[in-house]
């Protein structure tokens, strides 16, 4: 399997804040990774695909980067309703396996 | 409206079987492959397999090979996940979600999620 290793575990931030959050697989994926944000109690929801390729109806201030083995999550400009959890995914080869996720608290 | 909707919350005793189901509507459904996701208490998502409805093609997580069976049943535009004998450690939000596939673009994401369904296992 392929492992998918998030950091930092958790991030608290101040509305307005960059955020960004890492993703590292442990083999090359190219471009095969997801994002996804679970807010409490509630099911995730896809952000991002293809690394880079923000979701129909997401915010523009999510985006996403990398390729190969190393990827980001950037929120450029922190708002309240992005306190969630925040999943990477890798879509290289079954199974898809999620990193552990990180843990985005507002200040 | 495009939705998967899930069965409801279960109950259980150590040793029991459970299936439970998530019904597509509002699309295809036999175009889309279902995958299941296992989220522990306070825990990350895990994923556990997936199926093709429109052949039966299915596919398990190593962690989960021979401890769940997940089918489908495309007349009804439902799938499955089921346990023949339940543990303990299967107590957990179950989801089911829609995967969305785009080969020549790298685009493969579950981009269509159910409410989720609480199993609970205990004696």
């Known amino acids: 399997d392929i492992q998918m290793t998030q950091s930092p575990s958790s991030v608290s931030a101040s509305v307005g804040d960059r955020v960004t959050i890492t993703c590292r697989a442990s083999?090359?994926?190219?471009?095969?990774l997801a994002w996804y944000q679970q807010k409490p109690g509630k099911a995730p929801k896809v952000l991002i695909y293809?690394?880079?390729t923000l979701q129909s109806g997401v915010p523009s201030r999510f985006s996403g980067s990398g390729s190969g083995t190393d990827f980001t999550l950037t929120i450029s400009s922190l708002q309240p309703e992005d306190l969630a959890t925040y999943y990477c995914q890798q879509a290289k080869s079954f199974p898809h396996t999620f990193g552990q996720g990180t843990k985005l608290e507002i200040k | 409206e495009v939705q998967l909707v899930q069965s409801g919350a279960e109950v259980k005793k150590p040793g029991e079987s459970l299936k439970i189901s998530c019904k597509g509507s509002?699309?295809?459904?036999?175009?889309?492959?279902i995958g299941w996701v296992r989220q522990m208490p306070g825990k990350g998502l895990e994923w556990m397999g997936i199926?093709?409805?429109?052949?039966?093609?299915?596919r398990y997580s190593p962690s989960f090979q021979g401890q769940v069976t997940i089918s489908a049943d495309k007349s009804i535009s439902t799938a499955y996940l089921q346990w023949s004998s339940l543990k303990a450690s299967a107590t957990a939000m179950y989801y089911c979600?829609?995967?969305?596939?785009?080969?020549?673009?790298?685009?493969?994401?579950?981009?269509?999620w159910g409410q989720g369904t609480m199993v609970t296992v205990s004696s």
């Open positions: 199926i093709y409805p429109g052949d039966s093609d299915t």
């Open positions: 979600a829609r995967r969305s596939v785009s080969i020549a673009v790298a685009h493969d994401a579950f981009d269509l």
């Open positions: 293809a690394a880079s």
């Open positions: 509002g699309y295809s459904f036999t175009k889309y492959w």
């Open positions: 083999q090359g994926i190219s471009s095969w």
